[in-house]
Nanobody, 116 residues
Framework: QVQLVESGGGLVQPGGSLRLACAAS??????MGWYRQAPGKQRELVGT??????????NYADSVKGRFTISRDYRKNTVYLEMNSLKPEDTAVYYC?????????WGPGTQVTVSS
């Protein structure tokens, strides 16, 4: 089993920045990333970073490309989501995601609200 704990959510003004972190209880061999779910909408991909050998592959939703960046600290078993130029439509609960040994894990979620 893997436990994921997110941190860093909160209220930010449009155009602002926020950084989320997600710490895993043990090393993740394959993929870590983020999804989000806005009120009344389905959960959607934000972005993921997958490790294959010595190479990392990043995948982002079109709606966040150029504004959001995912990074991983393998020593700390942590994935980060750097969010810039935030828009009101980015308001959602953000969920950390991890996949290792063919099993998927989710964090409890952290609220991000973009509003003036």
């Amino acid at each position: 089993q893997v436990q994921l704990v997110e941190s860093g959510g909160g209220l930010v003004q449009p155009g602002g920045s926020l950084r989320l972190a997600c710490a895993a209880s043990r090393s993740i061999l394959n993929t870590m990333g983020w999804y989000r779910q806005a009120p009344g909408k389905q959960r959607e991909l934000v972005g993921t970073k997958t490790t294959s050998g010595s190479t990392d592959y990043a995948n982002y939703a079109d709606s966040v490309k150029g504004r959001f960046t995912i990074s991983r600290d393998y020593r700390k078993n942590t994935v980060y989501l750097e969010m810039n130029s935030l828009k009101p439509e980015d308001t959602a609960v953000y969920y950390c995601y991890a996949e290792t040994y063919g099993s998927e894990y989710w964090g409890p979620g952290t609220q991000v609200t973009v509003s003036s």
